[in-house]
């Protein structure tokens, strides 16, 4: 058992240190990139302690509680004056928005508490929110699940486990490749540049960043 836990634990090494070195050194083997990937996909697949019995709950660790008060309220709806409420008369996107804007304030906080370094909460929202949950959106499994499944159940799926482990090294191999490029080639550097400021509307959105920032000074 040791040994197997020792050759999946070097695997994982194995791959992570591939995608960061093959940034800086063009290996010339091929070899070399077919074992990372292969590593990549067989890693999931390794579980090991099946004939454990009972849930293994040595890697949890507790990291935040929340206590709240909810008091001892009493409800009497039946005395006091009753109030007419008046009816809706417009209908407008205001407030589908603000519920928008309070969603995503509340998703930057959760993730802004998930990882170290010198990241910026912008990072950690696009790695999380566009390229993990991207990549599970994908999944026709996961989504056959979740239409079957109350939240809770799907929370507890094997098969989310696996897609986002998943998910995570496809998202480190596809980046990898896609900087690698980009730092090897000017031209694409300067295409990437064009739909920026094309399609990307780079120029534009940092016009109105700046115009909101000098507004709210």
Known sequence: MDSLILFKSDISAYVRIYGFMSQIFDYGNTDVEKRSIFFRLLY?????????????????KLTAYTIKSIGDPTLSLGTGDQVKIDPTEEGGSGEVQDKAKIALSELI????????????????????????????????????????????LFANSPDLAKEIMGAVMDALTAHTAM???????????????????????????????????????
């Open 44 to 60: 999931p697949l390794l579980t090991y302690g099946r004939e454990r019995e009972g849930v293994d709950l040595s890697a949890l």
């Open 109 to 152: 906080a959760k993730v802004n508490d998930l990882f170290e370094g010198d990241l910026t909460p912008g990072d950690k929202l696009v790695y999380v929110n566009d390229v993990i949950k991207g990549k599970l959106m994908e999944s026709e499994k996961l989504a056959e699940q979740a239409a079957n499944n109350t939240k809770e």
């Open 179 to 217: 900087s690698k490029q980009a730092l090897e080639s000017e031209q694409l550097r300067a295409d990437m540049k064009d739909v920026l400021l094309g399609a990307g509307k780079l120029w534009e959105g940092l016009r109105e960043k700046a115009a909101s920032a000098g507004a709210g000074q």
